[in-house]
């Protein structure tokens, strides 16, 4: 069922004449305030729902028009309000999504009600002393002490460190009625689906296609073709709200369980695990990078996911700067193929750091399933949350195939490579911990 239509599609599917007449009546300065009157082009679904709600959940496909929604919310309400929270998953996403992007507050405001824009301070301030402060939810201390009258929270489904969500709670204050916005793409995460049992929580739920005479149609007709019925396809496009894939080895339950929100100050052991992509390029598979590392009495630590699309000496540079970031012992990485090309590529970029070359000669699933044993035992813990990682564990099933799923889990590969050298017996063709010398 199509989304019911804007008042701007309404007019625009008038004959000519009634058109241009219902124009005609406008003055050039009643023109010009139409062209940045919200209500008039949004769809009813864009617009805030009626109601003594606390939290307005966004729950909808890319493209539907969240973005363009949450920064015409935070417009319409600083008339009321003063202090607004603005929070992204990282500060790259409040500055390109939230602030600068092609939807957001400043594209989206009018000359006359332009917002004074400080990177350096965080900060949006109106002409009526309003202001909105930006936050990355990978930051979640800097939500502990300021407080808000209302929130607008982009892409809540990937943020790290649900944590987050709590602080900014605890500051959301101001007001006689303090609110928040959440738009999101759906994923089962406990932030989620804390939010869809919240009796304060009012849903809109809406999909790519609602928002498709606002499209390219060249993009609407090859995401249909490439992801149309996929898994994949049914979350990003239809917002639907996955539950775990049937025979998984891991679950969301399992890994919201498993959750640390501290790092550790001193581990037994560290490692990076590496799974490089054959090729580069937009299409090709992501080079896994995972850090993992070992505690005191033997628990596992998921510390950083750093997987990318790269070429080899992009890849090889992360993996890398994350070695010396966590202050790892060694980077552990898969050389089924390009064996020698993987070492002089780090080689290249540090020779100095040890590599431990190992060999998949058992299937993804029998590699994979030693490590999942660990966290049925409660055995490994995730230093916040990995999403595109995440997602790759609960789709993982004994019978996988890339070829039908059109992805290969290189994040989760890596991630096995390093729990396995940390915390399960060694691949029996594992080469011997060395230097990489000139």
Not at 170 to 181: C, D, V
Not at 336 to 354: C, F, H, K, M, Q
Not at 390 to 413: L, V
Request: aromatic content about 6%; hydrophobic content about 45%.
């Amino acid at each position: 069922m199509s989304a019911p239509a804007s008042l701007a599609a309404s007019l625009a599917s008038r004959p000519p004449a009634e058109r241009e007449a219902i124009l005609a009546d406008l003055s050039d300065a009643e023109l010009e305030a139409l062209e940045w009157d919200w209500p008039f082009w949004a769809r009813p679904d864009q617009l805030a729902p009626p109601g003594d709600w606390n939290t307005w959940l966004a729950l909808a496909g890319r493209g539907w028009g969240k973005t363009r929604s949450g920064a015409e919310w935070v417009r319409g309400i600083k008339a009321s309000i003063s202090r607004i929270a603005l929070v992204a998953p990282t500060a790259a996403d409040v500055r390109d999504v939230i602030v600068e992007g092609e939807s957001g507050i400043l594209a989206t405001s009018p000359p006359w009600d332009r917002p004074v824009y400080e990177p350096s301070k965080r900060r949006l301030t109106w002409a009526n002393g309003a202001q909105a402060a930006l936050y990355s939810a990978d930051e979640p201390d800097r939500l502990r002490g300021p407080q808000h009258g209302a929130a607008w929270c982009d892409e809540l489904a990937a943020w790290r460190y649900p944590e987050a969500w709590d602080m900014l709670q605890f500051g959301l204050r101001l007001g006689t009625h303090p609110r928040a916005i959440v738009t999101t793409t759906p994923k089962p995460v406990a932030l989620i689906r804390n939010l869809l049992r919240d009796p304060g929580t009012v849903v809109t739920r809406g999909r790519t296609l609602d928002n498709a005479a606002n499209l390219a149609a060249t993009f609407l007709t090859a995401i249909q073709r490439k992801y149309a019925g996929t898994r994949l396809g049914r979350q990003e496009l239809d917002a639907e709200m996955l539950d775990d894939v049937p025979g998984a080895l891991w679950t969301r339950a399992m890994l919201d369980a498993l959750r640390a929100t501290h790092r550790p100050d001193t581990m037994r052991r560290c490692v990076v695990g590496l799974d490089p992509a054959v090729t580069s390029g937009e299409d090709a598979d992501e080079t896994g990078i995972v850090a993992a590392g070992t505690l005191a009495d033997g628990t596992g630590i998921v510390l950083e996911d750093e997987s990318c699309r790269d070429t080899p000496d992009g890849w090889a540079r992360r993996a890398v700067a994350l070695y010396h970031r966590v202050k790892a012992d060694r980077i552990v990485a898969e050389v089924n193929n390009g064996g020698d090309l993987v070492e002089a590529v780090i080689r290249t970029v540090d020779r100095s750091v040890p590599v431990v070359k190992v060999h998949a000669s058992r299937g993804k699933a029998k590699r994979a399933e030693p490590v999942a044993a660990l966290y049925e035992q409660g055995r490994v813990r995730h230093l916040g949350a990995f999403p595109a990682m995440e997602d790759q564990m609960c789709a993982f099933t004994a019978d996988f195939d890339p070829a039908k799923a059109g992805y290969s889990p290189d994040r989760m590969d890596a991630l096995v490579w390093a729990l396995t050298d940390l915390m399960v017996e060694p691949q029996p063709a594992a080469a011997a911990v060395r230097p990489l010398r000139l």
